[in-house]
């Protein structure tokens, strides 16, 4: 399953009173999420498979639900496979060109160049992934993808100095099916075009001796798309921690971002916290007690406030290997034209963008492992928000969406679970789902969130040569509506299965194939556009 593009649509904003949005405000971003990844231990880069045995496990933890929309992302980045003592044969090859084919048009290219010394480390990667024509209407679903970064990164004595730069382009059509299926579209009219260019400068402590710890990063970035729409965001974060007693911690965290934004009009969104916090550490129990402050402001809502969060969070180990964990606490999640766009790409124009308020979210689970290969978790948590948000057809253009808005205070009840497996380094499998329950009030439903989720992800390593990986999705629950003809559509049940095979022909040479989607369904994760149905990637792989 490759996902293909997004969408752009005309605003209808409704507006309340300053700073409230209304119940079934729509409006319209364009714009790709595309992260600003944060700067990369290049020495870590993920580095060519091999076979040998090792002790890593498969750890993991919860942390609040984002309730991100998206579709899984099924990406066609095979491992090399390289076998095992590589060291006698002149060590680990770090570096690799790969390019592929496959039905759809699909062309694919990717390179990763990089050296590291004692205390210098760089890199710089390209990825390449279009498909000439997509799901419907031939060349008018077709996408392509463009990612260049590069790496840099120093490390001192007592400190770690890392940097990031990187241009992501996105190409796609708004291919939604039409109310007049026969009528002519001219290309370019459907066509959007995102492109983001982003920094990031981090500099962090490594000295366990340092009586303060630290770490700071600045990132800024500017996303533009085909409709003279852009958005520019500049962040800052830094957290330390000071040791008071052998057993209690003070820990600061604090965050500014400002950001413009540029469509039908101009104007700008600022975030600042502040989050001073205390831990007690002892034994098998751990309290952690912090009060986060936020003032947010945004020109076009007419915002500016500060709103304060009490957090608490309680950890106990009552048997070894085991947690039991829970808290209370909240947040302003901040969201931006790149993060919707993330979440779904079929946006208009103008969209509205507003932050949400996590105001209380109770909380409580366990984690733990059985033995070196069993992990679990659970969590429960029942949360209120302000602002929540979902997606759905705009009330003037069904083929492009709209972000709405629950300007209520509404619950939301999250179950989530996790089961890890592994044997040494030769079978890995996680299995993880996700169960929510909305109360809306001002929307008639959480348009385009799931109520079910389940994702099981597996590697295997059948010998020396041969490695691949078994994913499975499942998404539940899924709802939009077209306004225009008054219909609510109830989405079909997403369930998608994916295949990736490596085998390693030479030292230098692997081959690689990927088939996703295989149960061949041209599902529909947003109303009107379906997605690729059985489609395949296959390629060499050449490292040095």
Same mark, same amino acid.
């Given at each position: 399953?490759?996902?293909?593009?997004?969408?752009?649509?005309?605003?209808?904003?409704?507006?309340?009173?300053?700073?409230?949005?209304?119940?079934?405000?729509?409006?319209?971003?364009?714009?790709?999420?595309?992260?600003?990844?944060?700067?990369?231990?290049?020495?870590?880069?993920?580095?060519?498979?091999?076979?040998?045995?090792?002790?890593?496990?498969?750890?993991?933890?919860?942390?609040?639900?984002?309730?991100?929309?998206?579709?899984?992302?099924?990406?066609?980045?095979?491992?090399?496979?390289?076998?095992?003592?590589?060291?006698?044969?002149?060590?680990?090859?770090?570096?690799?060109?790969?390019?592929?084919?496959?039905?759809?048009?699909?062309?694919?290219?990717?390179?990763?160049?990089?050296?590291?010394?004692?205390?210098?480390?760089?890199?710089?990667?390209?990825?390449?992934?279009?498909?000439?024509?997509?799901?419907?209407?031939?060349?008018?679903?077709?996408?392509?993808?463009?990612?260049?970064?590069?790496?840099?990164?120093?490390?001192?004595?007592?400190?770690?100095?890392?940097?990031?730069?990187?241009?992501?382009?996105?190409?796609?059509?708004?291919?939604?099916?039409?109310?007049?299926?026969?009528?002519?579209?001219?290309?370019?009219?459907?066509?959007?075009?995102?492109?983001?260019?982003?920094?990031?400068?981090?500099?962090?402590?490594?000295?366990?001796?340092?009586?303060?710890?630290?770490?700071?990063?600045?990132?800024?970035?500017?996303?533009?798309?085909?409709?003279?729409?852009?958005?520019?965001?500049?962040?800052?974060?830094?957290?330390?921690?000071?040791?008071?007693?052998?057993?209690?911690?003070?820990?600061?965290?604090?965050?500014?971002?400002?950001?413009?934004?540029?469509?039908?009009?101009?104007?700008?969104?600022?975030?600042?916290?502040?989050?001073?916090?205390?831990?007690?550490?002892?034994?098998?129990?751990?309290?952690?007690?912090?009060?986060?402050?936020?003032?947010?402001?945004?020109?076009?809502?007419?915002?500016?406030?500060?709103?304060?969060?009490?957090?608490?969070?309680?950890?106990?180990?009552?048997?070894?290997?085991?947690?039991?964990?829970?808290?209370?606490?909240?947040?302003?999640?901040?969201?931006?034209?790149?993060?919707?766009?993330?979440?779904?790409?079929?946006?208009?124009?103008?969209?509205?963008?507003?932050?949400?308020?996590?105001?209380?979210?109770?909380?409580?689970?366990?984690?733990?492992?059985?033995?070196?290969?069993?992990?679990?978790?659970?969590?429960?948590?029942?949360?209120?928000?302000?602002?929540?948000?979902?997606? +759905? &057809?705009?009330?003037?253009? #069904?083929? %492009?969406?709209?972000?709405?808005? *629950? !300007?209520? =205070? /509404?619950?939301? $009840?999250?179950?989530?679970?996790?089961?890890?497996?592994?044997?040494?380094?030769?079978?890995?499998?996680?299995?993880?789902?996700?169960?929510?329950?909305?109360?809306?009030?001002?929307?008639?439903?959480?348009?385009?969130?799931?109520?079910?989720?389940?994702?099981? +992800? &597996?590697?295997?390593?059948? #010998?020396? %040569?041969?490695?691949?990986?078994? *994913? !499975?999705? =499942? /998404?539940?629950? $899924?709802?939009?509506?077209?306004?225009?003809?008054?219909?609510?559509?109830?989405?079909?049940?997403?369930?998608?299965?994916?295949?990736?095979?490596?085998?390693?022909?030479?030292?230098?040479?692997?081959?690689?194939?990927?088939?996703?989607?295989?149960?061949?369904? +041209?599902?529909?994760?947003?109303?009107?556009?379906?997605?690729?149905?059985?489609?395949?990637?296959?390629?060499?792989?050449?490292?040095?």
């Amino acid at each position: 399953m490759l996902v293909v593009a997004s969408c752009f649509s005309l605003p209808v904003l409704a507006q309340k009173q300053s700073g409230e949005i209304d119940s079934q405000t729509f409006e319209i971003e364009k714009k790709k999420k595309i992260e600003l990844p944060p700067a990369n231990r290049l020495y870590n880069k993920l580095q060519p498979f091999t076979s040998e045995e090792d002790n890593r496990k498969l750890n993991y933890e919860f942390r609040t639900p984002k309730l991100t929309l998206g579709t899984p992302k099924i990406t066609p980045t095979v491992l090399p496979v390289n076998g095992e003592n590589k060291e006698d044969e002149g060590g680990n090859l770090n570096n690799y060109v790969k390019v592929g084919g496959g039905n759809y048009g699909k062309i694919y290219g990717e390179t990763f160049i990089g050296n590291n010394t004692e205390d210098l480390a760089y890199d710089i990667h390209f990825k390449h992934l279009s498909n000439q024509t997509g799901p419907v209407d031939g060349q008018n679903s077709a996408n392509s993808e463009n990612r260049l970064k590069l790496n840099g990164q120093y490390i001192g004595n007592s400190f770690k100095l890392g940097g990031t730069a990187f241009y992501d382009r996105d190409n796609y059509y708004f291919y939604a099916n039409r109310s007049a299926p026969n009528a002519e579209i001219l290309k370019g009219n459907i066509r959007q075009t995102i492109n983001t260019f982003g920094v990031q400068v981090g500099l962090d402590n490594i000295d366990n001796n340092k009586f303060i710890d630290y770490s700071i990063k600045t990132s800024l970035y500017r996303l533009s798309d085909r409709y003279s729409a852009s958005e520019t965001d500049w962040g800052t974060n830094f957290s330390g921690s000071v040791p008071i007693t052998e057993n209690i911690f003070a820990l600061l965290n604090a965050d500014a971002y400002v950001s413009q934004r540029t469509d039908a009009e101009t104007f700008k969104r600022n975030l600042f916290s502040v989050k001073p916090a205390f831990k007690f550490s002892y034994d098998a129990f751990t309290v952690t007690a912090a009060f986060k402050a936020v003032n947010e402001t945004d020109d076009r809502l007419k915002i500016n406030r500060t709103v304060g969060f009490p957090q608490v969070e309680v950890d106990a180990v009552p048997l070894a290997g085991v947690h039991v964990f829970a808290g209370y606490g909240g947040d302003l999640n901040r969201n931006t034209l790149r993060s919707l766009l993330g979440e779904n790409r079929w946006l208009g124009p103008n969209v509205t963008i507003a932050n949400t308020e996590r105001s209380r979210d109770i909380y409580g689970g366990f984690k733990g492992e059985l033995g070196p290969s069993f992990q679990f978790e659970g969590k429960v948590s029942y949360a209120t928000f302000k602002n929540f948000y979902g997606f +759905n &057809n705009d009330w003037l253009d #069904s083929t %492009k969406f709209a972000v709405v808005y *629950d !300007a209520d =205070y /509404i619950k939301v $009840l999250t179950v989530s679970a996790q089961v890890g497996y592994q044997y040494q380094n030769i079978v890995r499998s996680t299995l993880r789902g996700d169960f929510y329950d909305y109360n809306v009030k001002r929307l008639e439903a959480p348009w385009g969130r799931p109520r079910s989720t389940v994702t099981w +992800n &597996n590697s295997f390593v059948f #010998s020396k %040569k041969m490695f691949a990986t078994i *994913d !499975a999705y =499942y /998404i539940g629950g $899924l709802k939009n509506k077209n306004f225009q003809t008054g219909t609510t559509h109830n989405l079909k049940s997403i369930v998608d299965l994916n295949l990736k095979i490596d085998y390693l022909l030479t030292r230098n040479f692997s081959a690689f194939a990927s088939i996703n989607n295989l149960l061949g369904k +041209n599902y529909e994760r947003y109303l009107y556009y379906p997605q690729q149905g059985l489609n395949f990637l296959a390629g060499l792989s050449f490292q040095f």
